[in-house]
């Protein structure tokens, strides 16, 4: 007879008060260990990092495909996506 595991209890604590708005992404893996995912809000010529996630790779490419997976329900029922323009690549950061 085979055991079934319970789900995880996931938790979100009291750190994340709600979600954040980004328009932008930028994606890097700086070592063979790590993709970095930094979300921004860009406004006219102003802007701010909102969330900024690390995960190994495996993760990273487990998010991809439901990304994709979710992308390819919403399409089938809203139809297709436009991609929106890209921004600029160099964006400059302010202390």
């Not at 996931?10 to 890097?28: F, H, L, M, R, S």
């Not at 994709?68 to 297709?80: A, L, M």
């Amino acid at each position: 007879m085979t055991r079934l595991q319970p789900p995880p209890e996931i938790k979100i604590t009291d750190k994340i008060p709600g979600a954040e708005y980004a328009n932008e992404i930028q994606v890097d893996n700086p070592n063979k260990d790590e993709f970095h995912l930094m979300f921004l809000t860009i406004a006219g010529t102003t802007g701010k990092v909102v969330c900024k996630v690390i995960t190994n790779p495996s993760h990273f490419k487990h998010m991809a495909v439901l990304m994709s997976e979710v992308i390819n329900k919403y399409e089938d029922k809203y139809g297709k996506i436009e991609e929106a323009p890209e921004v600029e690549k160099e964006i400059g950061f302010k202390g």
